[in-house]
T-cell receptor
Framework: AQKITQTQPGMFVQEKEAVTLDCTYD???????LFWYKQPSSGEMIFLIY??????QNATEGRYSLNFQKARKSANLVISASQLGDSAMYFC???????????FGAGTRLTVKP | DAGVTQSPTHLIKTRGQQVTLRCSPK?????VSWYQQALGQGPQFIFQ???????QRGNFPDRFSGHQFPNYSSELNVNALLLGDSALYLC??????????????FGPGTRLTVL
């Protein structure tokens, strides 16, 4: 069975500082993808970054980077130089190649302070 | 290039009624998935449609049914609504062969309130 765990219900960060949002996962499938989505109060899920299980390097997309530690089954999101507009819910998700349903964690609410 | 669109944006129904939600996938995408997101929780997978057939289903009762049309758009139907069906319903589309395993693009959602 696949499972995603986000243990931080809420996080605060000062504007312009970096913040790490934690995510651990569990799957028996050797081929899988890990995703991070941002969900502002409007409700739309905005894709941020993707990491494949066979990717050798950690994924980066602008100010977002994914700290992928396969042996520890963790896929933490790092946001550098936080901006006020980064305040939102952040969800970690996983989908395995042999399964078509994307599993989401419970989410972390990030608040950026001016 | 239009992204994933959903209609309606908001909907209010009473217990026992039936509802239909609609989704148009992103251009070039042929697979549509539906998710239910209760307040304060992560999205839960309802089912996925590909080639007009239900490809996989999550842990939802038969009151939840769907359909995919030849143009890849999709509908989610919920019968005999319960108060617990109140949630944000998200539609996501993906190409059969994409850069990422199951990379999905989400629509803005339909917020359903059951009174």
């Amino acid at each position: 069975a696949q499972k995603i765990t986000q243990t931080q219900p809420g996080m605060f960060v000062q504007e312009k500082e970096a913040v790490t949002l934690d995510c651990t996962y569990d799957t028996s499938d050797p081929s899988y993808g890990l995703f991070w989505y941002k969900q502002p109060s409007s409700g739309e899920m905005i894709f941020l970054i993707y990491q494949g299980s066979y990717d050798q390097q950690n994924a980066t997309e602008g100010r977002y980077s994914l700290n992928f530690q396969k042996a520890r089954k963790s896929a933490n999101l790092v946001i550098s130089a936080s901006q006020l507009g980064d305040s939102a819910m952040y969800f970690c998700a996983m989908i395995a190649r042999n399964n078509n349903d994307m599993r989401f964690g419970a989410g972390t609410r990030l608040t950026v302070k001016p | 290039d239009a992204g994933v669109t959903q209609s309606p944006t908001h909907l209010i129904k009473t217990r026992g009624q039936q509802v239909t939600l609609r989704c148009s996938p992103k251009s070039g995408h042929d697979t549509v998935s539906w998710y239910q997101q209760a307040l304060g929780q992560g999205p839960q997978f309802i089912f996925q449609y590909y080639e007009e057939e239900e490809r996989q289903r999550g842990n939802f009762p038969d009151r939840f049914s769907g359909h995919q049309f030849p143009n890849y758009s999709s509908e989610l139907n919920v019968n005999a609504l319960l108060l617990g069906d109140s949630a944000l319903y998200l539609c996501a589309s993906s190409p059969l062969s994409g850069r990422a395993v199951g990379e999905q693009f989400f629509g803005p959602g339909t917020r359903l309130t059951v009174l």
